[in-house]
């Protein structure tokens, strides 16, 4: 069974950093692109939000009220993404969630179940 987890989402302060991670398991051949998505509280019947993407060759992109702060990485040999956040701020409070798309006989996508991620002003 493939699952995503994300782990690294705390309490932070406005100015400060939070690396996050997300680890593809199970039984698989590839991860493709790798997602983060986000959702600020109170917002839970919105569409998620794109933060920042990575395909499976290293390909970066980002949305724009992120973009110069935030990076996303990935260890293809751990399964692994991450998503290293500089100078948070409160707007960037939320549920960070993992998405990506897993080859196991056909390409499916999956999701994680979350990390909260607090920035106090």
């Known amino acids: 069974q493939v699952r995503l987890v994300e782990s690294g989402g705390g309490l932070v302060q406005a100015g400060g950093s939070l690396r996050l991670s997300c680890v593809a398991s199970g039984s698989f051949t590839r991860v493709n692109t790798m997602t983060w998505y986000r959702q600020a509280p109170g917002r839970e019947h919105e569409l998620r939000e794109v933060v920042a993407m990575i395909t499976r060759g290293g390909s970066e992109d980002y949305s724009d009220s992120v973009k110069g702060r935030f990076t996303v990485s990935r260890d293809n040999a751990k399964n692994t993404m991450y998503l290293q956040m500089n100078s948070l701020k409160p707007e960037d409070t939320g549920v960070y969630y993992c998405?990506?798309?897993?080859?196991?006989?056909?390409?499916?996508?999956?999701w994680g179940k979350g990390t909260l991620v607090t920035v106090s002003s």
């Open positions: 998405n990506a798309e897993i080859v196991e006989r056909d390409a499916m996508t999956y």
